[in-house]
């Protein structure tokens, strides 16, 4: 009997990972912006340079993209995890703004409602 060998495309992977960080880029200039109420699926993709389809197959609803998007921006602010006792409560502000600080693009469009 034939063992199937695994089938693994780093290289499109990659792309995959690229193509889903323009999306996400392009969702969060837009909120950072002010285009936070009239973000379209159509503007994002121009933004990105991706077609319409790319950005539904990455994303089936706006509601989908612009929780990724959340999800995304607290990632690349570094936004630790929730603080385990009193002390790490302290410790908290110094990395979470100095993230913000490296970021500033990605806090406006929260704060614009992202």
């Known amino acids: 009997m034939k063992r199937k060998r ?3 495309n780093t290289l499109r992977q990659a792309q995959a ?3 889903r960080e323009r999306i996400l880029e392009a969702v969060s200039a ?3 912006a002010g285009a936070q109420y009239d973000l379209t699926v ?3 993709a121009e933004r990105a340079g991706v077609t319409v389809r ?3 197959r990455y994303f089936p609803t706006r509601t ?3 929780d990724a998007m959340q999800k995304w921006a607290l990632a690349r ?3 630790p995890a929730w603080p385990a006792d009193p002390q790490a409560l302290l410790e908290l502000p110094v990395p979470l703004f100095e993230g913000f600080d490296q970021n500033r693009a990605l806090v406006e469009a929260q704060l614009h409602g992202g």
């Open 6 to 8: 695994a089938y693994r």
């Open 17 to 19: 990972q690229g193509t």
């Open 30 to 32: 837009l909120v950072a």
């Open 42 to 44: 159509p503007k994002v």
């Open 54 to 56: 790319t950005v539904y």
């Open 64 to 66: 989908d993209l612009v």
């Open 77 to 79: 602010l570094g936004a």
